[in-house]
């Protein structure tokens, strides 16, 4: 992700992993070491392509993860799910 991951730029983002999904991808991971802001928008899309990697045995990964935007995903029980890691110290 090049900054936040908010409404404006996910349509975008989701045609382009619509068409990655459709050519076999079953591994992604989302570096949000330049995110500052994720809305519910790209929560939505992080668990849509979750649920479409599952149903191929493959994984979503996010790594890089600013704290707050890290215990939002905790709070919401999506880390795990999203194999979520935080920023390196």
Excluded: C, W, Y
Excluded at 8 to 22: D, I, N, R, T
């Amino acid at each position: 992700m090049d900054g936040d991951f908010v409404s404006s730029g996910v349509p975008e983002l989701q045609a382009a992993l619509k068409e990655q999904l459709q050519s076999g991808v079953v591994e992604v991971t989302f570096d949000l070491s330049a995110t500052a802001m994720l809305d519910s928008s790209g929560i939505g899309l992080l668990i849509a392509t979750s649920n479409t990697l599952a149903r191929q045995q493959g994984r979503v990964s996010v790594v890089n993860v600013a704290p707050d935007i890290l215990q939002l995903l905790q709070s919401m029980r999506l880390a795990t799910r999203l194999h979520a890691s935080g920023r390196p110290n």
